[in-house]
């Protein structure tokens, strides 16, 4: 039996279902599921943002077994117990620890490969309560010459395949480890799978259908420039000049590019009023903001990106997904990092 732990936002829930896919793979005939506790423990969100809850459903229909269908109600209603009795989402969301020890109990015996958030040397996993000192402008700026500084000493990037596609007799517990948007993942084993669970409806509004026909009609690039609970962490984005160097590669490579942005809805106005962070000349340059989707319909930006062209994208997974899935032979799709799985770094 193989447990995969489902969390957080739409884009993070895709990579954790691939590690559900991976495992399928490498283990062929092993009973897999998906946990998604988290979605059902309001308590949770007030730590970190669970956005619209768990969406692969709702979205695309996949019908990925949960493990509550294993267990009968009386043992579910005891793991759930079990876990908020834990409150893990105070001792730095250490959910590995007190899920699986909830999971023996119920008579799952599951060995933990996901690790002990709570173990010396561990780094903050949450986002409130973070200490007052990573909030200033001096740290993400020391983080920033840090990111830069790895970057061009990094030698050889880790390779991630014998661990996303685990093969073990074991039974055991892990997931959310959002690795397969990095190179060397093995994401090309499970391509065809993922292309034909991650298929988007149909567009059923005119105010998207209209922005889908002009997208298709031009040399679409898409910009996510993901702020919000991530502007700490993609803070050199902003701050080195990112946005300018990717964008103006576009400009040596592509035509007479159309630029949409993507971002945050508390961000838009941000976005509006700082085109020469961008790299963009808002008098000039052929520019449309695609900020009317919110809620539960957020998911429908991801789509409007992936029909892009080309793709700009922070460390966002929901971003890095909207790059992915172009299916654009042809495609110029920008990151940050050598490590992220994109045709370009900058």
Request: one cysteine or more.
């Given at each position: 039996m193989k447990i995969v732990h489902i969390e957080s936002g739409l884009g993070n829930q895709m990579l954790s279902y691939c590690e559900l896919l991976a495992l399928k793979k490498a283990n062929p005939g092993e009973e897999c599921y998906v946990e998604t506790i988290v979605y059902d423990i309001p308590e949770c969100n007030d730590v970190i943002c669970q956005w619209n809850g768990y969406e692969l459903e709702r979205i695309f229909h996949v019908q990925a077994p949960n493990i509550r269908e294993r267990l009968s109600e009386e043992q579910w209603q005891q793991v759930m117990a079990d876990i908020r009795r834990s409150q893990f989402w105070?001792?730095?969301w250490n959910y590995p620890v007190y899920f699986t020890e909830a999971f023996r109990r119920a008579g799952l015996p599951l060995e933990n490969r996901r690790g002990d958030?709570?173990?010396?040397?561990?780094?903050?996993?949450?986002?409130?309560?973070e200490?007052?000192?990573?909030?200033?402008?001096?740290?993400?700026?020391?983080?920033?010459?840090?990111r830069k500084y790895l970057k061009k000493t990094a030698a050889t990037l880790p390779d991630h395949r014998d661990e996303l596609f685990m093969k073990t007799e074991a039974d055991v517990f892990t997931g959310q480890k959002l690795l397969f948007k990095y190179v060397n993942s093995g994401i090309e084993e499970i391509a065809d799978d993922i292309r034909s669970a991650f298929r988007f409806p149909d567009i059923d509004d005119e105010k998207n259908r209209q922005a889908m026909d002009d997208i298709r009609s031009c040399q679409a690039v898409a910009i996510h420039a993901r702020r919000g609970d991530m502007t700490g962490y993609n803070y050199d984005c902003y701050a080195g000049g990112y946005f300018l160097r990717a964008?103006?590669?576009?400009?040596?490579?592509?035509?007479?590019?159309?630029?949409?942005?993507?971002?945050?809805?508390?961000s838009v106005a941000w976005a509006r009023s700082h085109g020469n962070i961008l790299g963009l000349d808002f008098r000039k340059d052929d520019v449309s903001f695609v900020d009317w989707n919110s809620g539960q319909d957020s998911w429908r930006d991801m789509q409007l990106m992936a029909a892009c062209r080309h793709q700009i994208v922070t460390r966002s997974s929901f971003g890095w997904w909207g790059a992915w899935l172009n299916d654009n032979p042809d495609k110029i799709t920008c990151s940050p990092d050598p490590d992220m799985n994109t045709t370009h770094h900058f």
């Open positions: 105070q001792k730095n958030f709570e173990a010396p040397g561990e780094p903050l996993k949450t986002t409130l309560g200490p007052w000192y990573r909030k200033t402008e001096a740290f993400r700026y020391l983080n920033y010459l840090r964008v103006g590669f576009i400009r040596q490579q592509v035509k007479d590019p159309v630029f949409y942005i993507f971002c945050d809805p508390d």
